[in-house]
């Protein structure tokens, strides 16, 4: 008798949701109480779907319920745990709301064990007893607890569903098989799980052969991570001594040409004060001799003056003025013209190898190519700044703007240079374009190309034109329409022409895109190639449709943030 009272209060004072003795416990507005952190848990779950119900009698609340502490009950939970009444046995444990139930269990069910799929029936541990004693039930297929047992009856006929129609795809009973479904290629449902699971066998198999494959994959990234990092420290490393040898050689170089200097300056200096000294002593001789006559003047005894006249000693032959070389600032000049020299040489070398280290250092690209921008934002992040290279403008263009505008006027007086257009008014940009680059050109006037280039273009004749020829790709832009040229292919564009016009360049991936930016960015044209050189835009002043030229037009290479 007293067990049972013990079996009561463990059921009365547990919580149906751990199965556990209530800790802080509190009472929701039908009556039943929880943990509370046990039904704040529970409230958390379903607080997105705004469905808030008792997990024990599924009474629904239309708001959060505000818990309220149960004193009373705190209080009689801690005098039991005094007594020696601990929660249930983790083989008694009782069904919470997201547990499969014993079916046979009357009142409080406890928790299902075991299902079966004859029965079509869930047992707890002591329920399920018979199924390993009776002989009849042995022969019973036993699964882990399910609560889909249900879904194994024919609607129709409320039989079990053991046969399989592979003509309609679906689970029958016996009855479906020689009624609706007669003539159809039926199966057992073990003979069609016994085919199916092969072929699960044979996809897992495909699948563990891909991830195995998938495995050494990301094995061989991670090399290549680490590959790529030590040669990258490597590299910065090696190149930071060379520079430094560079910069050293470069010092050394300075301080010979300043010893020299210093040399120099001295036997100038030493020849000018023995000059100098001479003139001074012919100076002090001049100035006694002055003195003399000055003397010999102030005679008033014509006599004594004849006397002493003979006696004077004779002017000297003087050091003349005319002789004296004076040559201010450019005793110097022909050391500095050297240097300049030498610097605008050096500035070559280290403009061209920078595109060769830039060309070098982007092949990492082809490993994972990147996806081509789709907003501007994203275009904005390869944005480069760029400018523009008198050495190639064509005398008819003026470049302003820190040499990122270009304008066509009559003429200008440029000195002749193997670099420049010669016929038709183009000019390229200084930086040469490697990698993924963005630039955007606005432009007035009646029209205009936009292009990218290899630095070899012919610079005479027709043919040197952006567009005809295979070293170059062109949009021409006028106030009607575009057109797209390369090796003198003309590609009609659609689309209303914009004073705007943004360029994305991927080097590495062959892809160059003209796009009309306004509030939105507008693909014109996509060129796909292999692009075997560094790039130069270029910008030509022209209205291509009828081949003239306006005075004033102009195109500006935009910065961008």
Not at 83 to 95: E, F
Not at 188 to 205: D, I, L, M, Y
Request: with cysteine; glycine share 4%.
């Amino acid at each position: 008798m007293a067990q049972k009272v013990i079996e009561l209060d463990r059921e009365t004072f547990s919580c149906s949701i751990c199965l556990d003795l209530l800790k802080d416990p509190v009472t929701i507005p039908c009556g039943h109480s929880y943990c509370m952190n046990c039904i704040k848990r529970h409230f958390d779950e379903v607080e997105k779907k705004k469905i808030f119900s008792c997990p024990t009698c599924r009474q629904l609340f239309p708001l959060r319920p505000v818990l309220v502490k149960s004193t009373m009950l705190a209080v009689l939970v801690e005098q039991l745990k005094k007594t020696g009444l601990q929660a249930a046995p983790a083989d008694h444990c009782y069904a919470g709301p997201e547990d499969v139930a014993c079916d046979v269990c009357s009142g409080r069910k406890l928790k299902a064990f075991k299902s079966c799929s004859f029965c079509l029936a869930s047992y707890c541990k002591k329920h399920l007893q018979p199924h390993y004693d009776a002989a009849p039930l042995k022969k019973h297929k036993l699964m882990d607890p399910s609560k889909k047992l249900q879904e194994n009856i024919c609607s129709r006929h409320d039989e079990v569903m053991k046969m399989f129609c592979r003509t309609d795809q679906q689970s029958i009973c016996y009855l479906c098989s020689v009624d609706e479904h007669k003539g159809h290629d039926t199966v057992s449902a073990a003979a069609e799980r016994t085919e199916t699971q092969r072929e699960v066998e044979v996809r897992r198999q495909n699948i563990q052969q891909m991830i195995q494959d998938k495995e050494k994959d990301v094995k061989l990234l991670q090399q290549e991570l680490k590959a790529i990092a030590h040669s990258a420290d490597k590299t910065v490393k090696d190149s930071q001594e060379m520079f430094t040898e560079m910069i050293r050689l470069l010092q050394e170089r300075s301080s010979d040409v300043e010893q020299q200097v210093r040399s120099q300056q001295e036997t100038e200096e030493s020849q000018v004060k023995e000059v100098q000294e001479k003139l001074q002593q012919e100076i002090t001789e001049l100035k006694r001799e002055d003195a003399e006559l000055k003397q010999l003047s102030d005679i008033e005894d014509h006599n004594q003056f004849q006397h002493n006249y003979p006696s004077l000693s004779p002017l000297n032959q003087s050091t003349h003025s005319s002789s004296i070389n004076i040559r201010p600032l450019r005793i110097f000049k022909d050391v500095k013209a050297a240097v300049t020299e030498l610097r605008a040489i050096l500035q070559d070398i280290l403009r061209e190898t920078r595109t060769d280290i830039s060309l070098t250092v982007t092949e990492v690209d082809v490993l994972l190519s990147q996806p081509e921008p789709k907003t501007r934002d994203e275009f904005l992040k390869y944005s480069c700044q760029i400018t523009l290279d008198p050495n190639t403008a064509h005398r008819n263009l003026v470049l302003t703007e820190g040499n990122r505008k270009v304008t066509l006027v009559k003429q200008q007086s440029y000195p002749d240079h193997p670099d420049r257009f010669t016929d038709c008014p183009q000019v390229l940009s200084r930086e040469s374009l490697t990698g993924r680059c963005y630039w955007e050109v606005e432009w007035r006037g009646r029209g205009v190309g936009v292009a990218v280039t290899y630095k070899d273009i012919s610079r005479v004749g027709n043919g040197s034109r952006f567009g005809r020829n295979d070293k170059s790709w062109a949009l021409d832009c006028c106030k009607v329409k575009y057109k797209c040229v390369s090796n003198k292919i003309q590609t009609p564009i659609s689309g209303r022409p914009s004073s705007r016009v943004g360029v994305y360049l991927d080097h590495g991936a062959g892809i160059l895109s003209f796009y009309s930016v306004s509030e939105t960015m507008t693909l014109l044209h996509r060129v796909q190639t292999t692009f075997t050189q560094p790039l130069h835009a270029g910008l030509r002043i022209s209205d291509w449709f009828n081949d003239i030229y306006f005075i004033g037009s102009s195109a500006e290479l935009i910065k961008v943030k």
